[in-house]
């Protein structure tokens, strides 16, 4: 991150679905790594939205695998 906020981390299915959230205040600028609980999600792809209290903001793919 370029500068410090508030970071909030939305998991959803391939349809769209959210099935969690994931919120982390006042993170200082810099790389994070931040841990995702999988063991209630069944194995296969899900999307991630990350985005800040500054309106920055990026989406990937997660694959969980059993």
Do not use: E
Not at 13 to 30: E, F, T
Request: net charge positive; hydrophobic share 40%.
């Amino acid at each position: 991150m370029k500068n410090a906020a508030d970071v909030t981390i939305t998991i959803m299915d391939m349809q769209g679905k959210s099935i969690g959230i994931i919120q982390r205040p006042s993170l200082n600028a810099g790389a994070h790594a931040v841990q995702v609980q999988t063991a209630g999600m069944a194995a296969g792809n899900y999307i991630y939205m990350v985005r800040t209290s500054d309106g920055d903001g990026m989406a990937g793919r997660l694959t969980v695998t059993r």
